[in-house]
Each structure stands twice: as structure tokens, then as C-alpha cells.
């Protein structure tokens, strides 16, 4: 065995014995400190919290990981993880920050109340003994969701990046396009939880794949047609590689960089839509007809005019 | 890799022998004279009484704490103590889920209670409610416990 494989071997029970004997010591603290010393016991429910915030805090979640704190002061690695979580939260706000002041305006509710919430995540965090918990409602639904094997503060950061990552693709165009894009798709994309960035993106991908204008983010029954016409003799790899090369180059042209993996992903997710859409002889029902009265700028006046990170920040005054 | 489940990590360890014997001379002083085998069959009760009550505990537990909190009682006697003993531990996780005070706060009421309003009846003392047993820590006399339940 090399000694990468030797680091992420199952533990043996001796060393799983004496790790679970440290970590009990631990968790013992914790939990007197959660009581204030006023308690020996308290609900189960509680102490598999504290734990679980516990191996969070201290990444004790693979074998390579737990050999390692075998070796060094557990208390000693709280200490040093509770700060190194701090900073993460630091980072995590900056994030949160910036995805307020990028805010697409599409009038999301969705998007708008998650983001005012996330506001809240800064002051319901528990890194002490919740850390691994995620105080915020995150309704909007991201194109890619975040893995559910993350949690706590980093579930939220990679939330926040992935969603940076669809703001920058939105940014690329024109706002009012992409209303009328959506409405098209979903008349009642403000108030449903829906994603704003995935029909934006494949609608751009499939018009600069026939080499048409992505701006107007609208397929007419030629375009649809032209589309049709240049996957079909091309088998699923082919046509794939067509997707992803179009996203790419889209995102290129339209200095989207940070978009890019986004575009590509949302592309070659597109294709078996298409394929099943072409056997039934009919893209429209993958790009519907956008209408240019559906969506004007006025009709964005029941939006509040606040910016969630004003909002969040006279939560927290 | 699986995650640790509480089980595991809360597993039984067995009580110390320092802690036993600071229970058998506590038992001594006040003449109860419990042996061993029985201060370790009350911790090994504890266990049940933890799961009974959806509870746990991480350190030797509140059976030390018990002992010094009844021991001195006029109810408690030599024969058959360590029955009543595992009644107050069990009486003790229920009364912990009903109201969260502190483990000393809650001995007192309870060892107020036991010694007057329910006369040395571990049955008696199951009815007390959490306000009753806060007005009895808190020294209340047992007439101004009774208005306080009518």
C-alpha cells in the first residue's frame, strides 16, 4: 500500500477506541460549557448536535483526517478550527455582500429572500456549539445545488459562489431580455421559486451555437429549426462537445469568464431535453415563443427598491 | 466515511473506584451502609433511567450528587434505600426534561418535597409539578406551595 492508501485505510478499533475516548472528553467539555457547569445530562437530541458540530468543527471525517488528530491535542484543534471558522464566516460575508450588490434585477422573491436571510445566517450563527447547522431559508434554487455532504458556514459559502457564478452569466445580458426570456418559460417566475439563470443560459448557448445573436435570448421557429438541423446527425458526444464549445466561446465574447464552467454545465444538461424534443418534432416547448409586450422595465414597480444587503444591514442595527 | 454516531461516543464507561468509595463513606455518615455491588447497580440503573428519559451524561453522572443531596434525609433508611435512591435518579431525568433548571437547584426542590410535601414517597414526589419543585428550591414553605397548586 502506498501511504496515501495507508492514510485513508478504515480505521482499526484500536484507533477508532481511542478516538472515540478523546472526542467523548471533548464533547464532555462542550457540553458543560453549553450547561454553564449547571447540568450533567441534557437531551440527546442536544448533545448529537453538539456533537455533530463537534467533528464539523474539528473536519473529523474521514480516516486519513481522524490519524491525524490521533496525533495532536483535540482541544488544542477546536481551538484551532473554531478560529479558522471565523475567517471562513469573514470570507462568507464578503461573498454575501457582493451577491446583494450584484443582485440580478429579474425580481426574484425567491432570490430576494434568501439573500435577506443569509443576512440573518451572520447573527444566528452558532460556531460554538451549532456549527454545522445553517440558521437561513435558502429558497432559491441554484442551477447546480450545492452538494449536500457540505454544512454550516460551508454550505453557504459555496452556495454563495455558485450563485455569484449565475449573477455574472445574467450580468452578460440585458435585463430586460431576460425577463422576457423567463416569462416565456415560467409567466410566474417572480413569486415561484425558480431559477433565473438555466433558461437565460440555454436559450444564449443554443443561439450561438447556430452563430445567431445571443442578446435577444429569444429562438425564433427558423432558429429552433437551424438548431434542429445542425444535432441531428451528430451523435450525444458530438453534440455535447458543439454545447460546450458554444457556452465557452458565449462566455468569452461576453467577458464572462467566471461563467463559463456554469454555461458549459447548463449547455450539455440541455441536450437530452433537445434530443427528446426533436423526436417529438418540436423545440418549442425547450425554447417557447418570447413575447416582446410580456415583460416591460415598468412592470418591476412591486419590486422594493431597498437592496437586500441595506435591508440586512438594518436588521442587524 | 459513516459519521460518529452518539452511541458510540456516549457509550457506559464504568464508575471510577474514587467515586464509589466517596459514596460508600457518604452512605456510612448517614448510616445507610450501601455496599459496592449496590452504589453500582444504582449506576448501572442510571443508564436506563438516561434512555427512559431521552437524556444523556458524559461525566460520572448525577448519582453522586443524589446520594449527597438525600443521604442526610429522615425518609432514607439503611433497608431498602437503594430502591428509593433509583426512584429519585429516574424521578430526577423526568424532572430534568419537564423544566431545564440546574442539577443543584433541582435536587434541593426535590429533597424539600421528598422530606415534607410527600413524605418520604418517591410515588408522592413523581406528582410534583416544575413549579413546585422551583418554590421549594427556592425555600418556599410547603403551605405557600400548596396555595401556589390550588
Known amino acids: 500500500m502506498t501511504g496515501n492508501e495507508l492514510a485513508d485505510a478504515p480505521l482499526t478499533e484500536e484507533e477508532r477506541q481511542r478516538f472515540l475516548l478523546r472526542l467523548r472528553a471533548l464533547l464532555a467539555r462542550r457540553a458543560a460549557c453549553f450547561t454553564m457547569c449547571e447540568s450533567t445530562s441534557l437531551p440527546a437530541e442536544t448533545a448529537r448536535e453538539l456533537l455533530e458540530s463537534l467533528c464539523f468543527t474539528l473536519r473529523a471525517d474521514s480516516p486519513a483526517r481522524i490519524r491525524r488528530l490521533l496525533d495532536r491535542d483535540l482541544e488544542e484543534e477546536y481551538v484551532r478550527g473554531t478560529a479558522l471558522l471565523r475567517e471562513k464566516i469573514r470570507r462568507c460575508r464578503r461573498l454575501w455582500e457582493t451577491a446583494c450588490l450584484m443582485e440580478p434585477e429579474l425580481g426574484s422573491v425567491s432570490l430576494r429572500e434568501t439573500l435577506r436571510s443569509i443576512g440573518g445566517f451572520f447573527r444566528r450563527y452558532d460556531v460554538r456549539y451549532f456549527a454545522h447547522q445553517l440558521p437561513a431559508g435558502i429558497d432559491y434554487p441554484l442551477c447546480a445545488p450545492v452538494p449536500e455532504t457540505l454544512a454550516g458556514v460551508d454550505y453557504l459559502t459555496e452556495y454563495l459562489r455558485r450563485l455569484l457564478a449565475e449573477t455574472a452569466l445574467l450580468r452578460a445580458f440585458d435585463p430586460l431580455r431576460e425577463r422576457q426570456a423567463l416569462a416565456a418559460g415560467c409567466p410566474w417566475y417572480r413569486a415561484a421559486p425558480v431559477n433565473l439563470c438555466r433558461p437565460v443560459g440555454e436559450a444564449a448557448a443554443a443561439l450561438r451555437l447556430i452563430g445567431a445573436d445571443p442578446a435577444p435570448l429569444a429562438l425564433t421557429a427558423d432558429s429552433r429549426r437551424t438548431l434542429a438541423e445542425r444535432l441531428a446527425p451528430l451523435d450525444d458526444p458530438e453534440a455535447e462537445a458543439l454545447l460546450r464549445r458554444a457556452a465557452g466561446d458565449l462566455c468569452r465574447e461576453r467577458n464572462a469568464e467566471a461563467a463559463a464552467p456554469l454555461l458549459e454545465r447548463i449547455a450539455a444538461e440541455l441536450l437530452p431535453r433537445l434530443r427528446a424534443a426533436m423526436a417529438a418534432g418540436d423545440l418549442s416547448e425547450v425554447f417557447p415563443e418570447v413575447s416582446r409586450e410580456q415583460t416591460k422595465s415598468g412592470d418591476l414597480r412591486d419590486m422594493d427598491t431597498n437592496s437586500c444587503y441595506d435591508r440586512g444591514r438594518t436588521t442587524e442595527r | ?150
Open chain 2, 1 to 150: 466515511m459513516e459519521k460518529l454516531s452518539l452511541q458510540e461516543v456516549t457509550a457506559p464507561v464504568p464508575v471510577s473506584g474514587a467515586a464509589l468509595a466517596r459514596c460508600i463513606g457518604l452512605s456510612d455518615r448517614y448510616g445507610l451502609r450501601l455496599t459496592e455491588a449496590q452504589l453500582a447497580a444504582l449506576w448501572a440503573r442510571r443508564q436506563d433511567s438516561l434512555r427512559a428519559a431521552g437524556r444523556v451524561e458524559l461525566g460520572e453522572g448525577i448519582t453522586e450528587p443524589l446520594l449527597r443531596a438525600f443521604a442526610s434525609s429522615p425518609f432514607l433508611f439503611a433497608d431498602g434505600c437503594e430502591t428509593t435512591l433509583a426512584e429519585l435518579q429516574e424521578l430526577f431525568y423526568q424532572f430534568k426534561n419537564a423544566a431545564e433548571q440546574p442539577d443543584d437547584e433541582l435536587l434541593t426542590g426535590m429533597r424539600v418535597l421528598f422530606d415534607t410535601w410527600a413524605g418520604g414517597s418517591a410515588e408522592r414526589l413523581a406528582d410534583a409539578s416544575p413549579r413546585r419543585l422551583a418554590r421549594a428550591a427556592r425555600g418556599l414553605t410547603d403551605e405557600e406551595a400548596e396555595d401556589d397548586g390550588k
